[in-house]
């Protein structure tokens, strides 16, 4: 019975120390709508899901054909560059190339195999990425919507940032942790900011319905959000990742009329 607590005393030890290891910094900033000076809120103060709700839904849900297939091909090249009208590309999850008005703009990327701290353990891949890494056309800007493991791919924006050197786009307290792992030159928004890309082209922060966390002890500590690439011919929606909210979807509307297109998620 002795051995038994210890060896649980010790497991238990292990992880918690492993659920700090892996948590991000929080964001240190002043109070308002949405921040309490600890912790994000989300619109309507709506509370996410806790692990109650989440085994239940696991454990009721209806599954279909889920198997691994990686025997299939790579999609083609992209262009250089789409100076006229809009190309996406679609590579995996919440990865998207967004061509349009002669810039590249990645949301999201995730290249490796595991949404994971670790290779060998945690979700894995079960299609290859639609395009390969090194197939990327010159990224000028690079969109992070959270900092949840399979939207935060870390492995991969560093390769990207050491590659193409683009222009980093972050809710607030997410460049701490991407200047923790030596990506330097993030621009941390809060929601409703906008960065100017060019004289044509800016790109806003919007509101979303979600929460953030890499680790135990950053639950919400840094802030989550979708964008809105503004340009003359229509505007761009990047939902990123979040719950059906009806008043700030509405209010997205109104305020970044007339959206063109729309990248929504619909599941993993």
Same mark, same amino acid.
């Given at each position: 019975?002795?051995?038994?607590?210890?060896?649980?005393?010790?497991?238990?030890?292990?992880?918690?120390?492993? #659920?700090?290891?892996?948590?991000?910094?929080?964001?240190?900033?002043?109070?308002?709508?949405?921040?309490?000076?600890?912790? %994000?809120?989300?619109?309507? /103060? =709506? *509370?996410?899901?806790?692990?109650?709700?989440?085994?239940?839904?696991?454990?009721?849900?209806?599954? #279909?054909?889920?198997?691994?297939?990686?025997?299939?091909?790579?999609?083609?090249?992209?262009?250089?560059?789409? /100076?006229?009208?809009?190309?996406?590309?679609?590579? +995996?999850?919440?990865? %998207?190339?967004?061509?349009? +008005?002669?810039? /590249?703009?990645?949301?999201?990327?995730?290249?490796?195999?595991?949404?994971?701290? %670790?290779?060998?353990?945690?979700?894995?891949? *079960?299609?290859?990425?639609?395009?390969?890494?090194?197939?990327?056309?010159?990224?000028?800007?690079?969109?992070?919507?959270? /900092?949840?493991?399979?939207?935060?791919?870390?492995?991969?924006?560093?390769?990207?940032?050491?590659?193409?050197?683009?222009?980093?786009?972050?809710?607030?307290?997410?460049?701490?942790?991407?200047?923790?792992?030596? =990506?330097? @030159?993030?621009?941390?928004?809060?929601?409703?900011?906008?960065?100017?890309? +060019?004289?044509?082209?800016?790109?806003?922060?919007?509101?979303?319905?979600?929460?953030?966390?890499?680790?135990?002890?950053?639950?919400?500590?840094?802030?989550?959000? #979708?964008?809105?690439?503004?340009?003359?011919?229509?505007?761009?929606?990047?939902?990123?990742?979040? @719950?059906?909210?009806?008043?700030?979807?509405?209010?997205?509307?109104?305020?970044?009329?007339?959206?063109?297109?729309?990248?929504?998620?619909? #599941?993993?």
């Amino acid at each position: 019975m002795i051995i038994f607590l210890i060896l649980l005393f010790i497991s238990l030890t292990l992880i918690v120390a492993m #659920g700090y290891f892996i948590s991000a910094p929080p964001y240190k900033g002043p109070v308002s709508d949405h921040f309490d000076g600890k912790q %994000f809120i989300n619109p309507g /103060n =709506v *509370m996410a899901k806790g692990f109650r709700e989440v085994l239940k839904w696991m454990s009721n849900r209806k599954r #279909g054909e889920w198997k691994e297939v990686m025997e299939t091909n790579y999609g083609e090249k992209p262009a250089a560059r789409i /100076n006229d009208g809009v190309r996406i590309t679609f590579v +995996n999850h919440s990865t %998207f190339l967004i061509q349009v +008005n002669g810039v /590249n703009i990645l949301t999201d990327p995730i290249w490796s195999k595991r949404t994971s701290p %670790f290779e060998w353990v945690g979700p894995k891949r *079960m299609r290859p990425p639609g395009i390969r890494l090194e197939d990327l056309p010159r990224i000028d800007v690079l969109l992070l919507s959270h /900092n949840h493991w399979d939207h935060l791919d870390i492995v991969t924006v560093k390769k990207i940032n050491t590659a193409h050197r683009p222009q980093i786009i972050t809710p607030l307290g997410v460049k701490s942790f991407l200047d923790l792992h030596g =990506v330097t @030159g993030a621009r941390d928004t809060d929601w409703w900011d906008t960065v100017e890309v +060019n004289r044509t082209l800016s790109i806003q922060s919007v509101p979303a319905q979600h929460f953030s966390g890499r680790g135990t002890f950053d639950r919400n500590a840094t802030l989550w959000c #979708g964008y809105v690439i503004h340009r003359p011919a229509g505007n761009i929606y990047f939902v990123g990742d979040t @719950g059906y909210n009806d008043k700030t979807f509405k209010e997205i509307g109104e305020r970044c009329a007339p959206i063109y297109l729309s990248l929504v998620p619909i #599941g993993a």
